[in-house]
């Protein structure tokens, strides 16, 4: 284990587990690094699964199943988006109105792997809502709210770059401004809401940003 923040728990019961997982943490085990989330998580409950992803520098809400059965009910969740998720982020720039939706296909830039880029001929559909929260002239910075509808690797962040407004702190699709050197990408999760996959009852969770 190194030196990375321990996930932490939200919430548990016998179906699912809700982790606030910290920027910088895998949420499964890398290549080359074995230490993540998901294992951290699994010293506490052994037959913890895991149903969705946050990239490495993204922090927040992150949801997991207890076992196979609801492991599958919540993929099924996922796949139709009956699983509601909001982020928040500050990018660079002042971002143009006050709301949108960016319709971007997907797909991976295999020369300069992980990137993805934006694919009109051959990537998978992508969207994302955005809508801004606060603006920060003297920075240059906006922050906004960003919800996905899809679940393409690094969406949030190739979108955001594509608009012309990176998100802060992005080591792969931001440039620092000379003299700027965030600590971490601007990125967390910061609201999850989904129906119990045993209960049947709706279960919201938040998470406020922690920059």
Not at 110 to 117: L, V
Request: charged share 20%.
């Amino acid at each position: 284990m190194d030196g990375t923040a321990a996930p932490m728990i939200v919430f548990a019961d016998d179906a699912i587990v809700v982790i606030d997982k910290p920027a910088g943490l895998l949420a499964v085990p890398g290549r080359t690094q074995p230490d993540c989330a998901w294992l951290r998580v699994a010293r506490q409950f052994a037959d913890v699964l895991i149903v969705h992803r946050l990239d490495q520098a993204t922090s927040g809400l992150m949801l997991l199943a207890r076992g196979t059965q609801v492991q599958r009910l919540l993929g099924i969740a996922f796949a139709q988006r009956r699983v509601r998720k909001l982020y928040e982020a500050v990018v660079h720039g002042a971002l143009a109105g006050e709301h949108g939706r960016i319709d971007a296909p997907l797909s991976a830039d295999w020369p300069n792997r992980p990137r993805q880029r934006v694919d009109v001929a051959h990537g998978k559909p992508a969207l994302t809502q955005w809508r801004v929260i606060g603006r920060d002239a003297s920075h240059q910075q906006t922050r906004v709210a960003l919800m996905p509808e899809t679940g393409r690797s690094h969406q949030l962040r190739v979108h955001m770059a594509w608009l012309g407004h990176p998100i802060v702190g992005d080591p792969l699709y931001a440039v620092a401004p000379t003299g700027s050197d965030p600590a971490r990408m601007m990125l967390h999760a910061t609201w999850l809401e989904f129906e119990h996959p045993l209960q049947g009852a709706t279960r919201t969770f938040r998470s406020p940003a922690p920059f």
